[in-house]
């Protein structure tokens, strides 16, 4: 009815410092209860290439802007986020599922880190220079920002991985065309009211929402935009490897993983149980750093898994604007049946499912009974070989194994396709530098889980990506070098 639409939040492309309206939108839903809440955008070539040119004809002044002057305006923006903290925290929670607590703890504190961050950073960014005296030559390089960056980010942690994006390339002096995930755009579109109370110049930051098909298709092909930095799936990866191959552009690609925490039996199981229940299923276990292999030495094996089960039963699903609950809804009803699927398959297979899915029974409030809720669930013995063991679920599942030797598991954990993280858990400290030197995965934590400083290098290896990002990777990627030599 009219009455039902006119109470749904409708979104507009942000473009050249204005909002403007679209003439197609799409459904987005609550994951919470499975009703429609919000309209957004179903952006095509057309908006983005309006995006595309408000980007260029604000490239020239931003550009020309020094270090200190962005650097300013970013930590106005940071303020102004973290000023309407709860806002956000409540939006993000609502448009993504995720609780509410997470939101506030996590997304919306790191957003807020993010412009910071980097608005710090580019101060302290030094170029490199060299001499030749036996030729009478000095060389040295120069950075200048590459032009207009299209920024593609993915549902899991919206605003956190968005700003994660936007903050480096617009200090580096870049204008940007940003798509968020069609299913969590809300907090993005929210952040687009605050930036020009930051001073951020209009066509800085140009969003445009919609699909992958549509909307970021038509910025990965467009022949204006050179760097493209992505989150996603593998998968989507490779459509867009193909789609900018023509145009010979720059890409960051992070992508999934099948991240293994490996528990020695000399491991502090005090530690490594709270821990590791959070690197499962922290966030619904939808985080591309989350372990859903975990490898324990057969010594420890039965103790790990009967307390770590007992643990997992203790969390609580359910309404996700509940401070109380540790788990919220899965972002689709959709990815919600991807999931279940893998642990019917793990089930067909001969595995044990111990708690969780099929298992344990859910109770929902009365308003979240047609959410896309499940509860954290734990399969022990499964084959290496399984697609479960393979392949990136992206739910609160985890797969639970026994190994023997060292040797052993690092072969067992590399057998996959993907290399983004890995944890180690072992109180002899030559085993965790052993082990971590042979593990194929660009973030190795130790008795820990994401613990990050983004000063260093965040990415993966094999399937998990190209490229790195971070303080010094970061500004590589959002700037070209120059190398210019001087005879005297």
């Keep these: 009815t009219m009455a039902h639409s006119k109470a749904l939040l409708v979104l507009e492309n942000f473009i050249g410092g204005k909002f403007v309206t679209c003439s197609s939108y799409i459904d987005s839903y609550n994951p919470s209860t499975g009703d429609v809440y919000c309209r957004v955008p179903d952006s095509g070539k057309e908006e983005v290439e309006a995006a595309v040119k408000a980007a260029k004809d604000a490239f020239s002044i931003w550009s020309s802007k020094s270090p200190l002057e962005r650097s300013r305006i970013l930590n106005k923006l940071a303020d102004l986020i973290e000023h309407d903290l709860e806002a956000f925290a409540q939006a993000e929670s609502k448009d993504q599922g995720k ?12 957003a807020v880190y993010n412009f910071r961050f980097f608005a710090s950073s580019i101060l302290h960014q030094t ?61 993005a579109w929210m952040m687009c009211k605050l930036l020009e109370k930051a001073g951020v110049p209009h066509g800085v930051v140009n969003v445009v929402f919609g699909t992958g098909a549509k909307a970021g298709e038509a910025l990965v092909c467009h022949p204006d935009v050179p760097l493209i930095s992505f989150t996603g799936s593998t998968l989507t990866a490779q459509r867009i490897t193909e789609k900018s191959a023509p145009h010979c552009k720059r890409l960051s690609l992070e992508l ?44 420890i094996y039965s103790e790990f898994l009967k307390r770590f089960v007992a643990e997992a039963k203790k969390w609580k699903v359910g309404n996700p604007s509940d401070p109380t609950v540790d788990v919220g809804a899965l972002i689709s009803e959709e990815h919600l049946e991807k999931v279940r699927s893998y642990v019917k398959k793990a089930q067909a297979e001969g595995a044990r499912v111990l708690c969780g899915e099929g298992v344990d029974s859910l109770t929902l409030p009365a308003g979240n009974q047609k959410g896309y809720f499940m509860l954290p669930t734990v399969i022990a013995e499964v084959k290496d070989e399984s697609c479960c063991m393979q392949e990136e679920i992206f739910g609160p599942v985890t797969c639970v194994v026994a190994f023997d030797t060292e040797e052993e598991v690092i072969k067992r954990a590399n057998s996959v396709k993907y290399g983004l993280a890995a944890t180690v858990w072992s109180s002899n400290v030559g085993r965790v530098h052993r082990v971590a030197q042979r593990l194929q995965a660009g973030l190795v934590w130790t008795n820990c889980w994401l613990v990050r400083d983004l000063n260093l290098p965040f990415g993966g290896m094999k399937a998990s990506g190209i490229g790195r990002e971070g303080a010094k990777d970061s500004y590589e990627f959002f700037t070209e070098v120059k190398t210019i030599t ?3």
């Design 99 to 110: 609780t509410i607590t997470f939101a506030r703890t996590v997304d919306i504190p790191r």
């Design 256 to 299: 999934g993983g099948k991240n293994p925490a490996i528990i020695f039996d000399d491991a502090d199981l005090t530690q490594c149980i709270p821990m590791t229940l959070r690197s499962s299923f922290a966030n619904q276990g939808e985080i591309c750093l989350c372990t859903s292999r975990i490898f324990v030495q057969r010594g």
């Design 127 to 187: 170029t490199e220079c060299t001499e030749m005296a036996t030729m009478g030559c000095v060389h040295y390089t120069s950075r200048a920002p590459v032009g207009v960056a299209g920024l593609i980010s993915p549902w899991n942690l919206p605003l956190y991985l968005l700003t994660w994006k936007i903050a480096p390339a617009i200090a580096c002096g870049n204008t940007v065309v940003a798509k968020p995930s069609e299913m969590t755009s809300v907090t």
């Design 486 to 488: 001087i005879k005297h």
